[in-house]
């Protein structure tokens, strides 16, 4: 078994799912069980200037560079620790299918849970290599402790191996990547990288280098009530009023409807009753001009009601949460083009995708470190479904020490 398998299925036995609810930084306690263990394993392998916020779960560590290539550029590589709350992240009881012959895999006898191929057709691109998956009572954990014993493995490598040149590089961990706020405490400066990839989530070869523009609007809405027995002329019923406001929008700028580039708003929740209702929504366009089109949009949702049912009816509360990272990546052409030349050398296709969500690397970008991402091997992330490739995940591991040893050569 390789390093990186070793380290990844030690992670993923540890609970480190994050939770939105805490207001606190990081959102778990328990995310610091991973973050101690790395900051351990770092210092036992020989990595150096090792930094532990243990205020806010944040791990940093630095492999010096080769002699002679000190003055090349600083590479960083970001992983998250924890995991997502949407299925449960305790107990994870991982397993090992080898050379999976294409068909439904049976996840756990005893509670009928199937893996189905019929749901998840892209997994028959892995036919005859060897996968990780769970006992379909939990996640596995891959988004991102795939990532985290990439990195980790490619370190140890990299420390074992002084016959690899090689520039400084920097790695560092961070929490609650899950729930938006893995970069609120992340350190640049003391980072000190010129630029880092995210290694966080897609196939092997897989590479996205530009994400949503993002904001989040909750819509409230004032109405009257009064006993529905004489209502007539009277009631205002607030509830109504936000289905009327949901009528409003394109009706096909909807997530289930939307791929690819395509925008959408998205009602997340709605709470509420006659007098009083909040629908809170999110709204994501790739495109910066349409972005703000879709924010005007909202605005005009509300003026239009307004002034059908009385000003001060409805209000909204709008802020944008980040932003489309590729027009600050366009000019670094190299973090790309590097990528792509190391995974044709390995047999592979660079593959570039639009994110349609957010990642902690359009946030690092925006605080002054250029940051795409990179593929893990790990898919169905967020689910009880999620697998992992072995040797995806190996060749992963593999492509970070080649990217070292290029930036070892200057950009």
Not at 8 to 26: E, G, N
Not at 187 to 201: N, S
Not at 222 to 231: C, I, Q
């Amino acid at each position: 078994m390789t390093k990186t398998i070793e380290n990844f299925l030690q992670y993923v036995k540890i609970d480190t799912q994050s939770d939105a609810s805490t207001k606190t930084s990081p959102s778990t306690a328990k995310q610091h069980d991973l973050a101690r263990l790395l900051a351990e394993q770092l210092e036992a392998m020989g990595a150096e200037e090792i930094t532990y916020d243990e205020r806010h779960c944040y791990v940093y560590a630095s492999i010096p560079a080769s002699s002679g290539c000190e003055n090349a550029p600083v590479l960083g590589y970001i992983a998250h620790m924890d995991t997502s709350d949407a299925v449960s992240g305790a107990n994870v009881k991982p397993r090992i299918v080898k050379n999976y012959d294409g068909g439904d895999i049976i996840l756990n006898q005893e509670k009928n849970i199937l893996f189905r191929t019929k749901d998840f057709p892209e997994i028959k691109r892995h036919i005859g290599k060897d996968l990780i998956v769970t006992d379909g009572t939990t996640l596995l954990g891959g988004d991102d402790k795939a990532g985290v014993a990439e990195i980790m493995a490619a370190c140890e490598y990299l420390l074992g191996h002084p016959e690899i040149r090689h520039g400084k590089l920097r790695v560092g961990f961070t929490p609650d990547e899950e729930i938006g706020e893995g970069t609120e405490h992340f350190d640049v400066k003391l980072f000190g990288a010129d630029f880092a990839y995210t290694v966080d989530g897609g196939d092997f070869g897989g590479m996205e280098i530009e994400n949503f523009n993002a904001a989040g609007a909750k819509v409230h809405i004032s109405g009257r009530s009064t006993h529905p027995g004489g209502a007539k002329g009277k009631m205002i019923n607030s509830m109504l009023i936000a289905f009327e406001f949901q009528s409003l929008l394109p009706a096909f700028q909807n997530p289930m409807y939307t791929e690819g580039h395509e925008g959408f708003f998205h009602l997340a929740g709605i709470t509420g009753d006659v007098e009083n209702t909040t629908a809170e929504y999110i709204i994501r366009d790739h495109d910066r001009e349409l972005f703000g089109q879709k924010k005007q949009l909202l605005a005009q949702c509300r003026d239009f009601l307004n002034a059908k049912y009385g000003e001060g009816t409805v209000e909204i509360e709008m802020e944008d949460s980040y932003y489309n990272m590729k027009e600050l990546l366009e000019p670094h052409g190299h973090l790309i083009q590097n990528v792509r030349e190391l995974v044709e050398e390995m047999g592979g296709k660079l593959q570039i995708e639009p994110i349609r969500g957010g990642t902690d690397g359009a946030r690092l970008s925006y605080m002054g470190l250029p940051c795409p991402n990179l593929g893990t091997g790990c898919s169905n992330g967020h689910s009880r479904f999620e697998y992992a490739c072995i040797q995806s995940m190996e060749q992963v591991t593999e492509l970070l020490v080649r990217l070292a040893q290029r930036y070892g050569n200057g950009v």
